[in-house]
């Protein structure tokens, strides 16, 4: 076989291979686009979030075990307001030791209408729905993970602070408290 034939041969393979993806992706649905303005504008919702803020927090880590942590919380958008990145560090008041490093990104689905989190806490992540209120001041979230179950709900106080308690339930136990929180926006 000469140069040209095989030029022949490859460009007549890669007309017939474009021709037939183009056919089988003219085939599908094309994928819908998302309103990204919608999303903005649910996103803006979320916006009491946004700064730094600093405070104290006790975490459950072991059965009746709390632990007393000074605790920073950060919240920014991000891609252009359609993604909330909140990053939250405990650091133990004993030793100032980090005890708890949490990451969380909230984004709003407009298809669904529907505000879902992606957090990442001590080598693990999970995806959860989040509800935000209808007076837009809270904002509320769970996960169900086998017997394990829980529940998070973060809200403004009337001091203006951000609060956060969440609850865990373990089977048929009654909840019990996994985390209270309490940070002041810094100036």
């Known amino acids: 076989m000469q ?22 992706c003219m085939a599908q649905a094309p994928p819908r686009m998302p309103n990204v303005e919608a999303q903005r504008a649910a996103m803006k919702k979320l916006s ?7 405070g104290e927090a006790s975490l459950l880590r072991a059965p009746g075990q709390y632990v007393d942590l000074l605790q ?17 560090v405990g650091r133990t008041k004993s030793d100032g030791r980090p005890s708890l490093q949490a990451l969380g990104l909230v984004s709003f689905d407009d298809e669904s209408g529907t505000y879902r989190m992606r957090a990442f806490n001590d080598g693990r992540w999970l995806e959860s729905d989040l509800k935000l209120a209808d007076d837009g001041t ?8 086998g017997d ?7 809200r403004l106080n009337e001091k203006g602070e951000w609060t956060e308690h969440a609850e865990l339930t373990i089977g048929t ?14 100036p």
Request: glycine share 6%.
């Open 148 to 154: 394990i179950k829980t529940n998070s709900v973060l």
């Open 48 to 54: 009491f979030l946004t700064g730094k803020w600093s």
């Open 72 to 88: 920073t919380e950060q919240a920014q958008f991000k891609l252009d307001g359609l993604v909330l990145m909140i990053e939250g």
């Open 138 to 145: 809270a904002i509320t979230w769970g996960f169900t993970l």
């Open 3 to 24: 140069v040209s034939s095989v030029v022949m041969f490859h460009s007549t393979l890669f007309f017939l291979t474009a021709v037939s993806l183009g056919v089988s």
């Open 173 to 186: 136990r009654p909840p019990q408290r996994l985390l209270d929180l309490r940070v002041r926006k810094l």
